[in-house]
């Protein structure tokens, strides 16, 4: 089973940016779609990107024009660029992949990578 590292998080102020990456021990194949969650403390875990093998994407709408998800296959990684931050995206960020097509629920995702905080001051 493939397994999913996530780094890049961090403290960052208000309206900075960060990079997070999320590398695959093994070629992620093109059946399969990875995505990015997030899950702040006493809340759920929260859908924020997911990305195709051929790049197609999809967001939650509270990070649209903020937050892309790309890939880069020949690396095994997806990456997520998170712009303008808010403390509100203050959150453990965790990167995970499914079969078939993109899901914005969290329990159609069946690997999961271990996180890596994300914590924005105000």
């Known amino acids: 089973q493939v397994q999913l590292v996530e780094s890049g998080g961090g403290l960052v102020q208000a309206g900075g940016s960060l990079r997070l990456s999320c590398a695959a021990s093994r070629r992620i194949l093109s059946s399969f779609v990875m995505g990015w969650f997030r899950q702040a403390p006493g809340k759920e875990r929260e859908f924020v990107a997911a990305i195709t093998y051929s790049g197609g994407s999809t967001y939650a709408d509270s990070v649209k024009g903020r937050f892309s998800i790309s890939r880069d296959n020949a690396k095994n990684t997806v990456y997520l660029q998170m712009n303008s931050l808010k403390a509100e995206d203050t959150a453990v960020y965790y990167c995970?992949?499914?079969?078939?097509?993109?899901?914005?629920?969290?329990?159609?995702?069946?690997?999961w990578g271990q996180g890596t905080q994300v914590t924005v001051s105000s």
């Open positions: 995970a992949t499914k079969f078939g097509l993109v899901s914005t629920t969290t329990t159609t995702y069946n690997t």
